[in-house]
């Protein structure tokens, strides 16, 4: 699949390059022609660190309080500065569990030993209590997978991890990429269970959300769209950059009664951001 990279392979079938894909790829050079590369530059290094509550009816005593890091789409080496600047904002921040919720590359490159090395110094700021999880991403190459958990970062690709707290477990399903390389096994993997007591997938793209939600689980963290990257005043995405729940682009959702939350991602692929600030994001799971 890596190999033929005209085509994605998605729940639809083989389809080509996403709608997102062509328009950065025209906006980033008419951005510099009209003298706004500055102005655009500066939207890609305004971080924010988004710190919100999400209430899970489900969720054991022994996890209240529960705080989760999400960030996605680092495309390192993309924007000079931008990883520092990240890294200084999460230094002082404790959680209980980090999420890298993939796109670490940017069309498999750099390679995925050197990807890690420049990610190390943001991860080594991070203080963090059960652990780093992540998942790859459309412009992650398959041998990422080996380089992150090489140090320490379990990658998870359609299978899952339990944490223990108290008695109670929770249960995070990590997917490999659906948006790109889609196969049977993602919903084979996201099968109901009864194995702990509150279950969260996470996936590259919210665009198995639907299939998620029917299968119980109590939380859908995800990423890839980069809120639209491209937005109207006010952040309304023009393209998203996904086939399927294109009203689960950016920020907080619903979908069939299960939360989720679609990060705006840290880096870009393309160099311009409009209206659409990257960021990092805490969750705090909430009982009530």
């Known amino acids: 699949m890596e190999a033929d990279s005209r085509r994605r392979y998605t729940r639809t079938g083989v389809l080509g390059k996403s709608k997102l894909w062509k328009i950065t790829h025209i906006i980033e050079p008419l951005v510099t022609v009209a003298g706004l590369r500055r102005w655009a530059l500066s939207q890609t290094l305004d971080i924010g660190l988004t710190d919100i509550e999400i209430r899970l009816p489900r969720l054991p005593d022994a996890f209240d309080g529960y705080k989760i890091l999400l960030v996605s789409d680092f495309h390192v080496g993309r924007i000079p500065g931008l990883l520092e600047r990240a890294t200084t904002l999460v230094r002082d921040v404790a959680v209980d569990t980090a999420i ?23 991860i080594d700021a ?18 990422l997978a080996e380089a992150l958990n090489a140090v320490g970062i379990r990658t998870l690709i359609n299978e899952h991890a339990i944490i223990g707290r108290g008695g109670a477990s929770l ?48 939380l859908y963290l995800a990423g890839h769209t980069h809120g639209g990257q491209i937005c109207l005043p006010g952040g309304r995405p023009i393209v998203t950059a996904i086939d399927r729940h294109r009203d689960l682009a950016s920020g907080i959702w619903c979908c069939d009664g299960m939360p989720g939350y679609t990060s705006r991602g840290l880096g870009v692929a393309r160099r311009v951001r409009l209206n659409c600030p990257p960021e990092i994001t805490v969750l705090r799971l909430r009982r009530r």
């Open 100 to 122: 890298l919720a993939g796109d670490i590359q940017s069309w498999g490159t750099p390679a995925a030993g050197r990807a890690v090395c420049e990610l190390m110094p943001f």
């Open 126 to 143: 991070l203080d963090v209590r059960d652990g780093i999880f992540a998942v790859l991403g459309n412009h992650d190459s398959h041998d």
């Open 171 to 218: 249960r995070l399903t990590g997917l490999d990429d659906v948006n790109t390389f889609y196969t049977a096994d993602a919903e084979r993997t996201l099968r109901p269970s009864t194995e702990a007591d509150v279950s969260v997938a996470l996936v590259h793209s919210p665009e198995m959300a639907d299939i998620a939600a029917n299968a119980g689980y109590d």
